[in-house]
Nanobody, 130 residues
Framework: EVQLQASGGGLVQAGGSLRLSCAAS????????IGWFRQAPGKEREGVSL????????RYWDSVKGRFTISSDNAKNTVYLQMNSLKPEDTAIYYC???????????????????????WGQGTLVTVSS
């Protein structure tokens, strides 16, 4: 099973930037999708961004599109989430997750949610002050 560790969260002012990292181990194949999800106080978990390890395809939810960028350094087994122009509504615990056999679906219109992902990290807290 893949093990994941999210890091890089902290307290930032609105308009600022943070880069989150997701360090992974235990990949047994190249067909994984990696996802960032977040959960704010009192709200359901929602998707942020996805990336395919095999072909590099990415996907962004509307709430972060144009502000966040996901990338992967496959040699280091690390996925990053660059967050710019942060807003108070971005405040949440951010989780990274992985699931094999989803790599080819990231670049399609197929619906992918947190329920499709079986391996999860602990999460890192991002707080954006106004």
């Amino acid at each position: 099973e893949v093990q994941l560790q999210a890091s890089g969260g902290g307290l930032v002012q609105a308009g600022g930037s943070l880069r989150l990292s997701c360090a992974a181990s235990g990949f047994t194949s190249d067909d994984y999708a990696i996802g960032w999800f977040r959960q704010a106080p009192g709200k359901e978990r929602e998707g942020v961004s996805l990336i395919s390890r095999s072909d590099g395809s990415t996907r962004y939810w509307d709430s972060v599109k144009g502000r966040f960028t996901i990338s992967s350094d496959n040699a280091k087994n690390t996925v990053y989430l660059q967050m710019n122009s942060l807003k108070p509504e971005d405040t949440a615990i951010y989780y990274c997750a992985a699931q094999r056999e989803l790599d080819t679906f990231v670049g399609t219109n197929a619906t992918l949610t947190s329920y499709h992902f079986g391996s999860w990290g602990q999460g890192t807290l991002v707080t954006v002050s106004s």
